[in-house]
């Protein structure tokens, strides 16, 4: 049985983005191995296209609806169970070093009157993870201060406001000018700082140094990189590692900006990002860095993992690699992330169990319909945990040790909610019905934007997604199924929090025995005579 965890996270790395799932092109050794060591999912799916949402599934083993931070910034509930309340009783100690986009429930806990600087405080305001390092990027001149890698740099000699953009997210014109990372027209430039003083090498540092320190108690190391998402700037020499002739083609197709989706004409047109990936000349400016950038976070994950041997505890450990959502780079002429496309909602998952019933596993792929939510009921059951009702995802062990599961998911789901995006204004959406949801089986994929007529993919015949089927009269059984299919997920019990399955179970007919006979006509009704009440017989009567 492992007796640690290393969750490693990317933000905003494709699922093919990797040598070890086909990528032509780049470099990525120290993954690639890692997934000769364990399972390779090739379906694996986040429960939204979005950094803060999607992460507090994977936090909470839940779908988004049930913990309801729906978007960037959304708090989560002070009353949601989250990774830490679920180790900790297993004596598995959690442990941060990186991102997570966790934004604390300030007025629940000052309703419950929980101290944010109480250790309940602390956890529940960092999603129960003990904090070595945080950094969730995107620092603005407002609010620069507050970032724990900013004072790193800072405490570097890299001054001024904002090291986080100016140094570290920046590079710098002949004459030494800083040059925003904001614009991607000097994405080809390295930033300013020097290697080992950037988010991925800090982040990494803190973890080494967490290993070296942590001593015997079991721990779950969220090793998170901010990277490769944006701004789109490495440090040297990671920044020209690639070039234009190692950017793949786009998956897009003309058809597709002929009458589109009216939602996805927004998204296609009303976003930036979208404009600007639609250009040839910026797909091949910036995907080289961000190639670069992936590269960077594979060398130091073959530095951790060689830490890990080292210290004998590679045997010990389950060793997690997986991001948090895609990036559209110009497929399907959009930019970002936040809709459901391949390139977006799909990730990488790769899963090493150190243990012996996982060696007939050892470099195999998995092409099970998997889910974001399924990492913390693996985790549980990993360390010896019992899976719990609360927890909707499911635990990945028996496809690591080679054991066919008592029934698994035919499909997967993911929802998003775009009330504070500024393309809203273009549509006839309210804060509340700003929605967007989908069901996917292994052929089918349905888009379901409220308001708005669904989308309909046929991964099987179409796996490039360029033929949108939601209005083709020759579909409409299909879409019909495939609603009724998302119905039913979306009226699951998922809201039972406090009473488990087995509970209630065991609690069937005790509303029959316990002396209320309410409606009962005369004695006959009982099936039971035991049960029928009798005159209490008082002493000396």
């Known amino acids: 049985m492992p007796k640690n965890i290393l969750f490693i996270m990317c933000d905003q790395l494709r699922w093919d983005y990797l040598g070890c799932y086909?990528?032509?092109?780049?470099?990525?050794?120290?993954?690639?191995?890692?997934?000769?060591?364990?399972?390779?999912?090739?379906?694996?799916?986040?429960?939204?296209?979005?950094?803060?949402?999607?992460?507090?599934?994977?936090?909470?083993?839940?779908?988004?609806?049930?913990?309801?931070?729906?978007?960037?910034?959304?708090?989560?509930?002070?009353?949601?169970?989250?990774?830490?309340?679920?180790?900790?009783?297993?004596?598995?100690?959690?442990?941060?070093?990186?991102?997570?986009?966790?934004?604390?429930?300030?007025?629940?806990?000052?309703?419950?009157?929980?101290?944010?600087?109480?250790?309940?405080?602390?956890?529940?305001?960092?999603?129960?993870?003990?904090?070595?390092?945080?950094d969730d990027g995107v620092h603005t001149e407002a609010n620069w201060q507050t970032g724990t890698y900013n004072r790193a740099l800072a405490a570097r000699g890299y001054g001024g406001a904002n090291p986080w953009h100016w140094w570290a997210n920046s590079a710098e014109d002949a004459d030494g000018t800083p040059l925003s990372g904001w614009l991607m027209k000097d994405a080809e430039k390295p930033a300013r700082i020097d290697e080992d003083a950037s988010e991925t090498a800090v982040t990494t540092q803190h973890a080494r140094d967490f290993i070296a320190e942590a001593g015997d108690q079991p721990w779950c190391l969220h090793l998170s990189y901010i990277k490769p998402h944006w701004p789109y700037v490495a440090p040297a020499p990671y920044h020209a590692m690639y070039s234009a002739e190692d950017v793949v083609a786009p998956i897009?197709?003309?058809?597709?900006?002929?009458?589109?989706?009216?939602?996805?004409?927004?998204?296609?047109?009303?976003?930036?990002?979208?404009?600007?990936?639609?250009?040839?000349?910026?797909?091949?400016?910036?995907?080289?860095?961000?190639m670069g950038l992936i590269k960077q976070i594979d060398d130091h994950i073959g530095v951790v993992l060689a830490d890990l041997e080292r210290r004998g505890l590679l045997n010990d450990t389950l060793v997690v690699f997986t991001s948090d959502h895609g990036d559209y780079l110009?497929?399907?002429?959009?930019?970002?992330?936040?809709?459901?496309?391949?390139?977006?909602?799909?990730?990488?998952?790769?899963?090493?169990?150190?243990?012996?019933?996982?060696?007939?596993?050892?470099?195999?792929?998995?092409?099970?319909?998997?889910?974001?939510?399924?990492?913390?009921?693996?985790?549980?059951?990993?360390?010896?945990?019992?899976?719990?009702?609360?927890?909707?995802?499911?635990?990945?062990?028996?496809?690591?040790?080679?054991?066919?599961?008592?029934?698994?998911?035919?499909?997967?789901?993911?929802?998003?909610?775009?009330?504070?995006?500024g393309l809203r204004r273009?549509?006839?959406?309210?804060?509340?019905?700003?929605?967007?949801?989908?069901?996917?089986?292994?052929?089918?994929?349905?888009?379901?934007?409220?308001g708005f007529r669904p989308l309909l993919f046929d991964l099987e015949n179409d796996p490039s997604e360029f033929r949108d089927l939601g209005d083709d009269p020759a579909h409409a059984e299909i879409r019909a199924e495939m609603r009724e299919r998302l119905l039913a997920w979306a009226l699951r019990s998922h809201q039972r929090t406090t009473v488990s399955r087995r509970s209630v179970d065991e609690a069937v007919g005790e509303d029959e025995n316990r002396g209320f006979p309410v409606g009962y006509w005369d004695e006959t009704d009982f099936d039971d005579p035991a049960n029928i009440p009798r005159p209490h017989q008082v002493e000396g009567s």
């Not at 913990?67 to 830490?84: D, Q």
């Not at 996982?358 to 985790?379: K, M, Q």
């Not at 509340?432 to 292994?442: G, H, P, Q, R, S």
Request: aromatic fraction near 8%; charged fraction near 25%.
């Open 252 to 290: 897009r197709h003309d058809d597709e900006r002929v009458d589109p989706h009216p939602l996805l004409r927004l998204f296609m047109t009303e976003r930036k990002a979208s404009r600007s990936f639609a250009r040839d000349d910026v797909r091949r400016h910036v995907i080289p860095v961000y």
């Open 426 to 450: 273009f549509t006839d959406r309210n804060s509340d019905d700003a929605l967007i949801f989908m069901a996917m089986t292994k052929r089918w994929k349905y888009i379901a934007p409220l």
């Open 22 to 134: 086909g990528h032509p092109s780049i470099d990525t050794p120290n993954i690639d191995a890692l997934a000769a060591r364990g399972v390779r999912f090739t379906r694996a799916y986040v429960q939204s296209p979005v950094c803060g949402p999607s992460r507090m599934s994977f936090y909470t083993g839940r779908y988004v609806s049930s913990h309801g931070s729906t978007m960037n910034g959304a708090p989560l509930n002070v009353n949601e169970r989250n990774i830490g309340d679920y180790l900790r009783p297993l004596g598995v100690r959690p442990v941060l070093c990186g991102k997570t986009h966790m934004a604390a429930d300030r007025e629940g806990m000052a309703r419950l009157g929980v101290d944010p600087h109480s250790t309940i405080g602390a956890a529940v305001a960092e999603c129960g993870f003990d904090v070595v390092f945080r």
């Open 330 to 421: 110009g497929d399907h002429w959009l930019g970002e992330k936040d809709f459901f496309h391949e390139p977006c909602v799909r990730i990488p998952l790769i899963v090493a169990d150190p243990s012996a019933a996982a060696d007939g596993t050892r470099g195999t792929t998995c092409d099970a319909l998997v889910e974001g939510i399924d990492l913390l009921p693996t985790f549980v059951e990993a360390v010896g945990g019992e899976m719990v009702d609360r927890l909707e995802g499911r635990s990945l062990m028996p496809h690591l040790r080679g054991a066919e599961p008592q029934s698994w998911r035919d499909a997967v789901f993911s929802e998003y909610d775009y009330g504070a995006m």
